[in-house]
């Protein structure tokens, strides 16, 4: 029987979490139906792929390094991973051919860095960190920004594998632009953490919707849309249709949400709410969103069912089916 690891991660440990094993990922999926605190370090991240982009940022985390460490080591494990199509190398081009990525990062300090428009660097996030630690700058874009992560050291890279380069080839005979909600909308990493000082970061990172229009920048650079932090109150971050998120400026909304008071998934559920009551029919939008406070409460929410989050901790690891409102 062909092996699948989605159902793998559906049906493995039941009876609950399990830490982590050198060999082997083990994790429960659930319906996320309340807020539970956890004890720092703790890292949380968008759909299945954060499995394994979290084990990275917690190994960061339990060797002592910052929780801007740990995003930008998780954060880079699907950007490398040409088997996803969303996120990186292997990502989809535009409707012209061309790969070309969206980042940001950020700490709870309001200290930020972000990338748009950026081609042939494999590796945004990390990019996007250099532009907070080494500029005076929060954003470079296009050819800006290439050169900026070329002087910095990153190699120019082909990020449009074959096995992509025919999809697109593909698409282009009938080129319909349709984007299918939890398939090509599922675009984000996006990556939150608090370390044992209880220091939040957070980082996300994307190739955008497949097929869009060349020169098309979704939320996922966009300090206060895809990804807000704040020591005092938390840290949120976003995924799915980028245009959605941007007009209501999501995650800082999520975040002072928080501050007022909301819970972790509260806050994501107005979020979502305020996206919802602007279509008369949601159903063909998906936007996802996933929050972690001070007092180590992760949760998330979204516009329609699909949408997935993992939350790791020193005791092991969830796989979360999330709440949604339609």
Request: with cysteine.
């Amino acid at each position: 029987m062909k092996f699948s690891r989605k159902k793998f991660l559906k049906t493995a440990a039941l009876g609950g979490l399990v830490p982590f094993s050198s060999t082997k990922l083990f994790a429960r999926q659930r319906s996320a139906n309340s807020d539970r605190s956890r004890k720092a370090p703790l890292v949380i991240s968008t759909w299945n792929f954060g499995v394994e982009a979290n084990r990275a940022a917690l190994e960061e985390l339990q060797n002592g390094r910052s929780s801007m460490d740990a995003v930008e080591s998780g954060v880079r494990i699907p950007e490398a991973d040409p088997s996803n199509r969303t996120v990186g190398y292997g990502g989809r081009p535009d409707r012209d051919g061309h790969v070309t990525l969206d980042a940001c990062v950020m700490d709870g300090d309001g200290k930020c860095g972000s990338v748009a428009f950026l081609q042939h660097i494999k590796h945004p996030v990390s990019v996007a960190r250099k532009v907070m630690e080494e500029t005076p700058h929060v954003m470079l874009v296009g050819r800006g920004a290439l050169q900026f992560a070329l002087e910095q050291g990153f190699k120019k890279e082909e990020l449009l594998i074959d096995e992509v380069r025919k999809e697109w080839e593909e698409w282009k005979k009938d080129a319909e632009y349709r984007p299918i909600p939890n398939i090509e909308m599922h675009d984000t990493i996006g990556m939150l953490a608090i370390d044992h000082s209880g220091n939040l970061s957070g980082g996300c990172s994307t190739s955008g919707m497949a097929w869009k229009m060349h020169g098309r920048v979704g939320d996922s650079p966009l300090i206060g849309s895809a990804l807000f932090v704040d020591n005092e109150v938390g840290a949120a971050t976003a995924t799915g249709h980028g245009e959605e998120i941007i007009r209501i400026a999501g995650s800082h909304l999520v975040v002072e949400r928080m501050r007022q008071g909301d819970s972790p998934v509260e806050a994501c559920r107005e979020a979502v709410r305020r996206i919802v009551r602007r279509h008369d029919d949601p159903s063909e939008i998906q936007a996802g969103f996933i929050a972690l406070n001070k007092h180590g409460e992760a949760g998330g929410y979204a516009v329609r069912d699909g949408f997935s989050y993992a939350v790791t901790g020193s005791d092991g690891y969830e796989l979360i089916d999330s709440d949604h409102e339609i």
